[in-house]
């Protein structure tokens, strides 16, 4: 079924005249110019150095990368464009040798067949990876099973996570390494979740801009089941406003409607069916559900959005998104919930959804782990500023971490081998939670952790132990490497 209200008008199919390119596969834009080839080249070329490659970028071989460039200038310069043959080049070696070292570098567990990492470098990666462009040019390439595993949530419920084997991620990567350029050309800038160079400090920056200009009042909407509740063939039709390669289409049904294998606490293994969603954990997921949510973000900024006749803004990161707006009035709220719950089938939590007005010292709007609200300034008290600084909610769960990475079940571990766990834990905890204010939160984490590991060093022996003379326990710490936040 298709969306019409997406419509994207007349949208040229590359059809209407593409020659492809023997040497770099079908590019899906053929039968152009040599003028229009050669304004693409120098643009592909000369974008890419405006700008500082990312790691991710910088490890793609020098052909994907060229391929990567075209499309993404292609998809800049006609928006209505739609890219029809894209499957020779997610199957051509370059592409697949670029996804194995990809998904090698993110590791992982073994899907439903259980061959490991080590299982195909001992067999040998080039034979493996030729065997498996082999099933793909040949198209009998079939995926496997997702392996469903769950993870605790902050709540105290579970996270349904799909596993698949390591031959789907090395091809569903591939996929995402040639339609991502495509896509990324389309995407709202309100968009930040799981994209190129974009991530949630940007989101929480762009939230304290709009504070800063008054939209004070702000809808916090939360998605029940997001990635569990995508409907398939809506999916398709979004996915087929840009790209309508027949066979990579068919790749993604493989996909989205693989069978989960999951196994109970009683070891029993069972296999389930879904007519819906995107298994949470697949390497093309993120993806796939930022282009059914793209279309939530178009016409949220379209003429008959809020973010024209309210001057409402929006910023989302996946399915985490805000609303904020001088007043959220019921107008607001209903275009929001008819647009996602009868035109794009989805469900929003009422229990955890809310509208929020931060006018007052004791507001908060808590977001990506961060709090946002008004606070005094320390110097003259009588004036406020935007305050962004770790939650309660996340403080508390990282301080039930350092409890738990320092329980007495540890009490025999080496010093220096427990306090390099702490370190590497830490510095990935205040990488994220550098933004804004931090400072407090920071205090109370590196007082915690040295009382922490005081009280197990007090306890490794029946003999009480003892800090050296004329050293704190902060300076004792220091000298043995404990990093301080």
């Given at each position: 079924m298709g969306l019409p209200e997406l419509g994207v008008g007349g949208a040229h199919s590359s059809k209407e005249g593409l020659e492809t390119i023997p040497s770099q596969g079908a590019l899906a834009c053929s039968k152009l110019t040599q003028k229009e080839t050669a304004l693409m080249d120098e643009q592909s070329k000369t974008e890419q150095p405006a700008r500082e490659l990312t790691v991710r970028e910088a490890m793609l071989p020098e052909k994907v990368r060229l391929w990567r460039a075209k499309l993404s200038t292609k998809a800049k310069q006609q928006k209505r464009w739609r890219f029809y043959s894209l499957y020779d080049l997610i199957s051509h070696p370059e592409t697949l040798r670029a996804a194995w070292q990809q998904v090698r570098a993110n590791a992982g567990a073994p899907g439903v067949d259980g061959i490991s990492f080590a299982q195909i470098e001992a067999q040998g990666v080039e034979q493996w990876l030729e065997a498996l462009g082999?099933?793909?040019?040949?198209?009998?390439?079939?995926?496997?099973?997702?392996?469903?595993?769950?993870?605790?949530?902050?709540?105290?419920?579970?996270?349904?996570?799909?596993?698949?084997?390591?031959?789907?991620?090395?091809?569903?990567?591939?996929?995402?390494?040639?339609?991502?350029?495509i896509f990324e050309a389309d995407f709202e800038e309100c968009s930040y979740g799981f994209r190129p160079q974009r991530n949630a400090h940007q989101a929480l920056e762009k939230i304290r801009e709009h504070l800063r200009a008054g939209k004070c009042e702000i809808y916090d909407a939360d998605l029940e089941g997001y990635f569990d509740s995508i409907l398939h063939e809506k999916l398709i039709a979004c996915i087929r406003m840009r790209m309508v390669d027949g066979s990579v289409l068919r790749l993604i049904r493989q996909w989205l409607k693989a069978p989960v294998q999951e196994e109970d606490e009683q070891g029993k293994k069972r296999i389930r069916r879904s007519a819906n969603g995107t298994p949470q954990g697949g390497v093309i997921s993120p993806l796939l559900a930022n282009i059914y949510l793209h279309w939530f973000d178009r016409i949220f900024h379209s003429k008959q959005g809020p973010g024209q006749w309210a001057g409402a803004a929006l910023v989302r990161y996946a399915d985490d998104f805000v609303v904020l707006a001088r007043h959220i009035g019921t107008r607001i709220e209903t275009f929001i919930s008819q647009k996602l719950e009868t035109w794009l089938g989805l469900k929003i939590n009422r229990q955890k959804t809310r509208v929020i007005k931060l006018r007052t010292k004791g507001d908060r709007l808590e977001f990506l782990g961060y709090q946002i609200g008004l606070a005094a300034d320390l110097r003259t008290r009588t004036h406020c500023y935007w305050r962004v600084e770790p939650s309660a909610k996340a403080l508390g769960r990282e301080l039930d971490t350092l409890r738990a990475m320092t329980a007495a079940r540890f009490g025999l571990v080496p010093v220096a081998t427990l306090i390099g766990r702490l370190n590497r834990h830490l510095k990935g905890w205040a990488n994220y939670y550098r933004l804004g204010h931090p400072r407090a939160a920071f205090r109370k984490v590196n007082d915690y952790i040295r009382r922490r590991l005081y009280r197990l060093l007090r306890r490794r022996s029946q003999r009480r132990w003892k800090l050296p003379a004329n050293l704190s326990a902060y300076r004792y710490f220091q000298q043995l490497g404990l990093l301080y936040l």
């Open positions: 082999q099933e793909l040019r040949n198209k009998t390439y079939r995926c496997q099973w997702v392996r469903r595993v769950y993870i605790p949530k902050a709540n105290g419920k579970l996270r349904p996570l799909g596993i698949p084997t390591l031959r789907d991620r090395v091809v569903q990567c591939a996929t995402l390494l040639i339609l991502e350029p």
